[in-house]
């Protein structure tokens, strides 16, 4: 199993531009989930998914968009990017109710917002 | 308002002592916390949990503390080695699905001396 893979690793932007991040699990899990980490702050929920069709806000979703179509693939798009979304984005995801909530992780994309 | 704290940003240990890593909490309807370990340029990894049901949860070198009055609970490893040197957030969840995500502490950077 290859776990969360998330593409790309590293990213420059310019302001205004759009971009998709892309987060793929090969777990058959069913809840998935995008943060964001900033230098000095702990991971913030942006949006999260518990199912296929199914994306819920979470504590900083502005400027994000998300879409769930198949339980694999969780993609984050910025629709508009600003500097103030450079940052680490964690995507993650979990088995579900059946488990309690450990969290699988993927490595990680750097995004910088000129 | 932070709901997850931690207070100490960094900890300095010497290798074969015990290491404590402190957080604090205020939303009374967490109800499952867990500790990840981060290594710079990866995601962080599941470390342990605790559900509130427990005070206590251990797994090999590593022991969690919940304290439900109090609202704090703590990571003790012991004995500490090198490669423990890493970041460490406390996280915690309303649900033990974790359906609507984790929120995240800042985390504590330990660092383990030889």
């Known amino acids: 199993n290859a776990g969360v893979t998330q593409t790309p690793k590293f990213q420059v932007l310019k302001t205004g531009q759009s971009m998709t991040l892309q987060c793929a699990q090969d777990?058959?899990?069913?809840?998935m989930s995008w943060y964001r980490q900033d230098p000095g702050m702990g991971l913030r929920l942006i949006h999260y998914?518990?199912?296929?069709?199914?994306?819920d806000q979470g504590e900083v979703p502005n400027g994000y968009n998300v879409s769930r179509s198949t339980t694999e693939d969780f993609p984050l798009r910025l629709l508009s990017a600003a500097p103030s979304q450079t940052s680490v984005y964690f995507c993650a995801s979990s088995y579900g109710a059946a488990s309690y909530n450990e969290q699988f992780f993927g490595p990680g994309t750097r995004l910088t917002v000129l | 308002d932070q709901q997850v704290k931690q207070n100490s940003p960094s900890l300095s240990v010497q290798e074969g002592r015990i290491s404590i890593l402190n957080c604090d909490y205020t939303?009374?309807?967490?109800?499952?916390f867990l500790w990840y370990k981060k290594y710079p340029a990866e995601g962080p990894t599941f470390l342990i949990s605790i559900s509130s049901i427990k005070d206590k949860n251990e797994d090999g070198r590593f022991t969690v503390f919940l304290n439900k009055s109090a609202k704090h609970l703590s990571l003790h490893i012991v004995p500490s080695q090198p490669g423990d040197s890493a970041v460490y957030f406390c996280a915690a969840s309303a649900s033990v699905s974790g359906a609507d995500g984790l929120t995240f502490g800042k985390g504590t950077h330990l660092i383990i001396q030889p």
């Open positions: 939303n009374s309807m967490f109800d499952y």
């Open positions: 777990m058959n899990h069913e809840y």
């Open positions: 998914s518990v199912g296929a069709g199914i994306t």
